[in-house]
């Protein structure tokens, strides 16, 4: 079966640091992916590992290990927009690249 | 950027009645769309892929007699509940793929759907 778990909830204040991990058991997938959403809204996305490693998009980097079925998504100096959920989500690229989510994680950003 | 809209934004409709919700990709063509549902704090579930001329494949425990799935084109997918009755209420988003971008995908902005 496909299963990525996640923290459910994660608080840090503004200008901190936060990595918020997500450990599968799943195999045959494309690559890791990571999209935020606030509060109804739609998600957006924030990251792709395809392959082991360390991605970096401006306050945003993400990582997988293949061999330890774990990733993270790092948030730098962090602000209270970047409070939402955030979603770890494995592409099966034989399936059409649809995606599975994990269960998401609260991120709330205090002053 | 990709742009995905979805209407309508938000529907009520009385238990028994079906709903249609149109999912669009404005400027580009998506051969696959995905339609996802999203209860109050909880994650996307993966409810069908929608592919271009073809019949719509389905997760395992949806009905696809009762969410009907029609992608009549490469810029549109539509899903309707049918007989909608009040645990069907939900937020319903839909996603589309970018042929050239390979993994990454678009989402609406979605559709709340209250049945009473």
């Known amino acids: 079966g496909q299963s990525l778990e996640q923290p459910s909830e994660v608080t840090a204040v503004e200008g901190a640091i936060v990595q918020i991990n997500c450990t599968y058991q799943t195999s045959g997938f494309y690559g890791l992916s990571w999209y935020q959403q606030h509060d109804g809204g739609a998600p957006t996305f924030l990251s792709y590992?395809?392959?082991?490693g360390l991605e970096e998009t401006g306050r945003f980097s993400s990582f997988l290990s293949r061999s330890d079925s774990y990733g993270y998504l790092l948030l730098q100096e962090l602000q209270m927009k970047d409070s939402a959920s955030y979603f770890c989500a494995v592409t099966y690229m034989e399936y059409g690249n649809k995606l599975v989510f994990g269960a998401g994680t609260i991120l709330r950003v205090k002053s | 950027g990709a742009v995905v809209s979805q209407h309508p934004s938000r529907v009520i409709c009385k238990s028994g009645t079906s709903v249609k919700i149109e999912c669009r990709s404005l400027d580009f063509q998506a051969t696959t769309m995905f339609w996802y549902r999203q209860f109050p704090k909880q994650s996307l579930m993966l409810m069908a892929t929608s592919n271009e001329g073809s019949k719509a494949t389905y997760e395992q425990g949806v009905e696809k007699d009762k969410f009907l799935i029609n992608h009549a084109s490469l810029t549109l997918s539509t899903l309707t509940v049918t007989s909608a009755h009040p645990e069907d209420s939900s937020f319903y988003i839909c996603?589309?793929?970018?042929?050239?971008?390979?993994?990454?995908?678009?989402f609406g902005p979605g559709t709340r759907l209250t049945v009473t």
């Open positions: 996603s589309a793929r970018v042929e050239t971008s390979g993994y990454e995908q678009y």
């Open positions: 590992n395809a392959l082991d």
